[in-house]
């Protein structure tokens, strides 16, 4: 039987209603057409239009899930589909979870002796120049449950922290502040059992916020990385030993940064990367002769085995 036979119905979920909704409805796209090009019975679905009882209404076989953000990528849905017994894309239950909330995270790699930046949550009361007399400056705030760098902020004085919070506290009740590293940025794409070439990431502005990400044309992305062959192989073991601490399966990839001193510091993971035209994970895939459709199969074709218990 091929593998194109074996997948059967396979639903999209993209969309949805967090704040990465517009990013999602792309990936979604991009995934469906390679879907369609390499004739597999596929369909899209927005659960924002008609939730689970629209999705069990499809009766897929299998589920792509190209949703970002809370509701897709942390969990809730991935709890779901485990009770309605339908197959997913990805990591399970907890690492989804898990990989959402940043804080956690770093504490899971922490654990581990892993090395990650030291951070603090944030509240309204907080003393801004006691956290930056422990953590240094610049800092980095973020909102501790989003992702494509929204409402995170670089900080360069206490009396800009406050403001920084009340910008993250926009987006989620959870804010965390971070020590910021300054250096180069690189992110590494997991496929399976396969580690991806890094790609260090260059933006324009210095920053790889949500405009560099999505929508500027002038981000930079260096493939090769321009790390020496060591070093590249230093990076990618500690980022598949990264996602694994989490529990992550499938697919995913870890934003690192290295210092001036040449130490990578783990920032955070991502189960549920974009499949956009300037995302990442197609870029790596793409420069070991892996194209588009072919790692959407592959993705895909992970759903056909049995999770570990």
């Avoid at 019975?41 to 659960?47: F, I, R």
């Avoid at 422990?134 to 009396?159: F, Q």
């Avoid at 180069?184 to 920053?207: H, K, M, Q, W």
């Avoid at 990578?264 to 790596?284: K, R, Y």
Wanted: aromatic share 6%; hydrophobic share 45%; glycine share 12%.
């Amino acid at each position: 039987m091929s593998l194109v036979t074996e997948l059967g119905r396979v639903a999209v979920l993209f969309g949805g209603s967090s704040a990465e909704r517009e990013v999602s409805l792309k990936s979604g796209q991009a995934v469906l057409s390679a879907l369609t090009r390499s004739g597999v019975d596929a369909v899209g679905y927005d659960p924002a239009d008609g939730g689970l009882v629209g999705l069990e209404a499809l009766a897929p076989d299998r589920v792509f899930i190209a949703l970002h953000g809370r509701g897709g990528e942390d969990g809730t849905l991935q709890g779901a589909l485990e009770l309605l017994g339908i197959p997913y894309t990805g990591s399970g239950v907890l690492a989804s979870a898990l990989g959402m909330d940043k804080q956690r995270t770093k504490l899971v790699w922490q654990a581990l002796g892993m090395p990650t930046p030291e951070a603090e949550m944030l509240g309204p009361e907080a003393d801004w120049q006691a956290v930056v007399e422990r953590l240094g400056l610049p800092l980095i705030v973020k909102p501790v449950h989003e992702g494509s760098t929204l409402g995170i902020s670089v900080v360069e004085s206490a009396e800009a922290l406050a403001e920084a919070y009340r910008e993250a506290a926009r987006f989620d009740a959870r804010v965390m502040a971070e020590r910021f590293v300054k250096g180069e940025e690189y992110t590494v794409s997991l496929l399976g059992d396969e580690v991806l070439p890094a790609i260090r990431v260059e933006a324009a502005g210095g920053f790889y916020d949500y405009e560099a990400k999505y929508l500027s044309d002038e981000t930079l992305y260096h493939l090769p990385c321009g790390l020496g062959e060591s070093d590249e192989a230093e990076l990618g073991e500690l980022c598949r030993q990264a996602f694994a601490a989490v529990g992550g399966e499938g697919w995913g990839r870890v934003d690192v940064m290295r210092d001036a001193q040449g130490r990578f510091w783990l920032i955070e993971v991502n189960t549920s990367p974009g499949m956009t035209d300037h995302s990442l994970v197609p870029q790596a895939a793409a420069h070991v002769g892996i194209d588009f459709e072919t790692l959407v199969l592959r993705i895909l074709a992970a759903t056909l085995e049995s999770r570990p218990a």
